[in-house]
């Protein structure tokens, strides 16, 4: 499904944030991605869709290599990933539902969306997510007054309205208290598993990473230091 090779960045600043990442994730396969602060998590989830533009090496995502595409072609590939911020980067005036449909076109694309009506089929579909999340009651509220735990509901639902192949979710809990940090966490794998999406978590909560997923990938200084089931985990990592 995704396949990293010898995926690598250097910033302008000389920080060698990826040092030739190789990685492969299986369909349907959820993996958690952990590892200290700056060892280079972000970094690898924003090559992987290339809001950071990698230094060296191949992104494949079934079968496309990602590094090379046009701006064009990127959109189209983009699709097929969804993403899920730790800020939920919803847009806060607009409706629950709004927010969710808002996702049809993707991340990058989505202020076009305000511009355009949506076919009864989207409508159908975003209510059969925010009902799957638990927020079908909360579809004409305003993103701004929502809580955390709600948001992040709200972003996933975003999310998966693409229908995408991959989700990338970079620290989805880090704003949200212990409790509502598992039920996300909960709700992300077992969409994951009930719709055969691979997945890739940044989560620096090994504790939670451990909990829920079966495939640990630890980074540290920019390259992999551990990758296997969260049971072999040291405790130091
Ligand atoms: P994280 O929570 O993923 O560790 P940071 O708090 O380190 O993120 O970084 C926040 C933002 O600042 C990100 O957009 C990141 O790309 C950027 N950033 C991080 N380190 C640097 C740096 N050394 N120089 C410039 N920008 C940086
Ligand atoms: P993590 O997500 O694991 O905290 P990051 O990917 O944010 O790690 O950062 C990895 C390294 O790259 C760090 O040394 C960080 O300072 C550096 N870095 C991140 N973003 C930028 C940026 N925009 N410009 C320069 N350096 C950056």
């Known amino acids: 499904m995704l396949r990293l090779n010898k995926l690598t960045k250097t910033y302008k600043t000389g920080d060698q944030a990826l040092k030739a990442i190789d990685l492969e994730i299986p369909e349907g396969q959820v993996m958690a991605l952990i590892g200290p602060s700056g060892a280079g998590k972000s970094t690898m989830i924003r090559c992987i869709n290339r809001l950071v533009e990698p230094t060296e090496g191949e992104v494949w995502l079934a079968g ?56 009864q089929s989207d409508v159908d579909e975003a209510f059969r997510l925010l009902d799957r999340v638990g927020l079908l009651h909360m579809a004409d509220k305003r993103a701004d007054e929502l809580s955390g735990g709600q948001r992040q509901r709200v972003g996933i639902a975003r999310a998966l309205i693409q229908n995408p192949k991959l989700l990338l979710v970079d620290e989805p809990t880090a704003s949200l208290d212990p409790k509502t940090s598992r039920q996300i966490m909960r709700l992300i794998c077992e969409l994951c598993r009930e719709r055969g999406l691979a997945a890739i978590i940044n989560i620096h909560d090994v504790a939670l990473a451990q909990m829920f997923v079966q495939r640990v990938v ?10 296997g089931a969260p049971d072999n985990l040291t405790p130091d990592v």
Do not use: C, K
Not at 65 to 85: D, K, N, P, V
Not at 218 to 227: N, Q, V
């Open 64 to 119: 496309t290599e990602l590094t090379h595409l046009g701006a064009s072609a990127l959109r189209q590939a983009r699709r097929e990933m969804g993403m899920i911020f730790q800020e939920y980067a919803l847009v806060e005036r607009l409706t629950v539902m709004e927010n969710v449909l808002s996702g049809r076109l993707g991340y990058v694309g989505f202020w076009r969306s305000f511009l355009r009506r949506y076919p």
């Open 218 to 227: 630890g980074l540290r200084f920019g390259a992999i230091e551990f990758d």
